[in-house]
């Protein structure tokens, strides 16, 4: 990683914030770009409607685990239907920008944590979420 990076991608790439698996976790969801291979899985604990916990793992580039740990800082603390606000344009600007090329680590984020919310849904109300997935570019490799 370069110049091309903000301070805060470098530092949640090189301390990156809640890694790890959520055991008894109430919503897990799993994203991946086929093009460039980074996949994400994100896990969340709730209660009383409030994300009290998220954590990742992340296998990919440094864009990738940085948005990943961002998003879960995002979303902790947040009830569902403020999570699910989340986009990867926040989670880029709170990461003080990205590349262009980079941009879908950012997607692949907002998306893990609909997935996540989706899967609890699921398990709590019989009913997921109406998810539309972004379209991967071609372009964007890691």
């Known amino acids: 990683m370069n110049a091309q990076y903000s301070e805060k991608v470098m530092d949640h790439f090189m301390n990156p914030r809640n890694v790890g698996e959520i055991p008894d976790a109430d919503g897990v969801g799993s994203v991946g770009n ?44 947040k009830t569902i239907d403020e999570a699910l606000k989340l986009t990867n344009a926040a989670v880029a600007e709170a990461l003080g920008g990205l590349p262009r090329v980079k941009m879908h680590c950012s997607v692949l ?25 972004h379209e991967h570019e071609e372009a964007h490799k890691c």
């Open 34 to 77: 086929p093009v460039c291979g980074d996949i994400m899985k994100m896990y969340i604990k709730v209660k009383d409607g409030v994300i009290e916990d998220a954590k990742f793992k992340t296998f990919g580039c440094g864009a990738a685990i940085a948005t990943s740990s961002m998003a879960t800082e995002l979303i902790k603390g």
């Open 109 to 133: 984020a907002e998306e893990a944590v609909q997935m996540a919310i989706d899967d609890y849904l699921k398990k709590t109300t019989g009913k997921g979420l109406e998810i539309k997935h």
